[in-house]
């Protein structure tokens, strides 16, 4: 009775995963989502986990109760293992969940079945680490290279414009202290001829 009831478990787990597909192992040469590996490796662990904690050491550990209450003890291993298995695939729900792994996942499978229609060779390393770090380093220096070389070219422009601003802005200054200094000097000059005619005035005939 003990056994049957651990095959029992073991075996509806084995027949449907979480999302209560079946998880039969594809056959070879056939391609399985990421995501279907994902669950099946979730049953494996929890047969695996059931096959571990058999009713047989379950029993070995509570021999005098299971002496005492045989069919109790037969009901308190089926809950537990049942609640166990229960809140482990809740907790894997929860982190597919929060880590948004099923699209991950799928997204991964787009990458690698576009990347089954690319033509030319990947990158394999050489077995020359300098040469590898290199070849892998020196475009992403080069990149970064033009992209401060577009940054200077675009500051010193700015620059220029702002030197240009400024240069402009000093002959205006200059310019106003030009038109400043003739209207006083034209002032002055009215104020002398006004002195010399109100001198004239004053002299007696």
């Known amino acids: 009775m003990a056994e049957v009831s651990s095959v029992n478990v073991a075996s509806s787990s ?3 995963g979480p999302e209560g597909l079946s998880q039969e192992l594809p056959r ?20 695996k986990l059931v096959a571990a904690g058999s009713y047989q050491r379950f029993t070995d550990c509570y021999k005098c ?7 109790m003890t037969q009901r308190i291993y089926d809950k537990f293992i049942t609640q166990l298995q229960t809140s482990i695939r ?8 929060e880590g948004n792994l099923e699209a991950v996942l799928n997204a991964l499978d787009g990458i690698v079945e576009e990347g089954k229609d690319r033509k030319e ?4 390393p050489s077995g020359i680490p300098e040469k590898d770090l290199r070849s892998t380093m020196v475009p ?29 802005g000093r002959r205006q200054v200059e310019e106003l202290q030009l038109q400043g200094q003739a209207r006083q000097q034209a002032w002055q000059a009215l104020h ?14």
Not at 121 to 124: F, V
Not at 153 to 164: G, H
């Open 14 to 16: 084995k027949e449907k």
């Open 28 to 47: 070879p040469g056939t391609t399985i989502s990421r995501v279907k590996l994902f669950d099946t490796m979730v049953d494996t662990f929890l047969q």
């Open 65 to 71: 109760f299971y002496q005492l209450q045989p069919e």
């Open 90 to 97: 809740e907790e894997i729900s929860e982190i597919k969940a």
């Open 121 to 124: 060779t990947a990158w394999r």
């Open 140 to 168: 992403y220096f080069l990149q970064q290279r033009d992209v401060l070389q577009r940054r200077v070219q675009k500051q010193e422009a700015e620059n220029r414009q702002l030197a240009e601003a400024v240069l402009a």
């Open 192 to 205: 002398r001829e006004q002195k010399e005619l109100m001198a004239v005035l004053r002299e007696p005939e």
